[in-house]
């Protein structure tokens, strides 16, 4: 880490701390602005890249590719100065872990600012495969396609000027512990929370993508959700029925899931939602996609039109409806 703190002083300056708190109402309107467009086109492409480097499993020759990958990418579209890799280690099942989180600042000058999140890791177990639930899975939709709407993402705050400041946040280690050992999972959003590169940050709000490309995609009003900031919820998911996507977006509360976002709201207060592919059975029970940690879970159930949509609507709220 010592290597890394030059490093760390200078992104540092460039993570403005805002207090949200001074909204607590999450207030939107529709601002007049000018949105740009989103590229399905190439936040598959981004998937298809991460996926084809193989299973990015902590201490694997992929898992070193992905990040030297992600860090070329948002230096490329953030600047050099503007991106910090925050490596770390962690012990998990008596293996040393080394991982690393990738923050992005776009529109560093702006000290009001927002957050953007995915996990970029892939499962190193699938163990909902009737037929080889020992191995790693791809993760094309399980981490894959929030980082592929993110890279999009980055292009497009390249290129158009931001009404707000945005941070953008690849988390490590989400889906690491075995099925059902919540202590081990969210290890990226673990450390981060807890070493924090700029002490004090506080944008308005954050907003978690995990599964956000998948065929047959639905995305309820996740419990967690609701209750750490529902107006946002409520105006995405109003901008997605605007966008006819009532078929996606879908105006019913879904379940309470444990996931990056609750961690990050226990331990900055930053309040965070998740927009996760889901549903909620007849009995409650949390139900996700059937290809979830699966070998299914690879290119062939991305759908374009479902990363068009999620894109398209969070352009719009970062874009237009935010007042400033």
């Known amino acids: 880490m010592r290597s890394k703190r030059p490093l760390y002083l200078a992104v540092a300056v460039f993570f403005m701390i805002t207090g949200c ?4 109402d999450f207030m939107f309107s529709d601002q007049g602005r000018v949105v740009p467009e989103f590229s399905s086109e190439r936040a598959f492409q981004y998937i298809e890249e991460q996926v084809n480097l193989g299973p990015r499993v902590p201490n694997t020759e992929s898992h070193r590719e992905a990040i030297q990958y992600f860090n070329r990418h948002f230096r490329e579209t953030a600047g050099n100065r503007s991106v910090y890799v ?5 012990v998990v099942y008596g293996d040393t872990l080394n991982l690393y989180n990738l923050v992005a600042s776009f529109a560093p000058e702006k000290s009001d600012r927002i957050l953007l999140a995915a996990h970029w890791d892939y499962r190193p177990r699938g163990e909902e495969d ?30 158009h ?22 202590d081990y999972y969210f290890l990226g ?27 047959n995609a639905t995305f309820p009003k996740e419990g967690y959700s609701m209750r750490f900031a529902p107006r946002l919820v409520d105006e995405i998911w109003s901008i997605g029925r605007e966008f ?18 609750i961690i990050v709201e226990q331990l900055t207060g930053i309040p965070m939602i998740n927009i996760i592919h889901h549903r909620v ?11 979830w ?19 398209d609507v969070l352009l719009e709220l970062i874009y237009n409806r935010i007042p400033t």
């Open 244 to 261: 006819g996507h009532t078929d996606l977006f879908l105006n019913e509360r879904g379940g309470m899931i444990a996931d990056d976002h």
């Open 189 to 215: 959003s673990r450390y981060w929370g807890n070493n924090p590169p700029v002490p004090g940050y506080s944008p308005r709000f954050g907003i978690l993508l995990d599964m956000v490309g998948g065929q």
């Open 21 to 24: 708190k001074s909204d607590p």
């Open 130 to 159: 009737p037929v080889n639930p020992e191995l790693p899975i791809s993760g094309a939709d399980d981490g894959g396609s929030g980082v592929g709407v993110l890279m999009e993402f980055a292009n497009i705050f390249a290129e």
């Open 86 to 90: 925050q490596s770390f280690q962690t």
């Open 293 to 311: 940690h699966t070998q299914n879970d690879n290119l062939d159930i991305i759908d374009k039109n479902v990363l068009q949509a999620v894109g």
């Open 281 to 291: 059975g007849p009995t409650g029970q949390v139900r996700f996609p059937p290809y």
């Open 161 to 182: 000027e931001l009404p707000i400041g945005v941070d953008i946040i690849l988390f490590d280690g989400e889906d690491y512990g075995e099925e059902g050992d919540l």
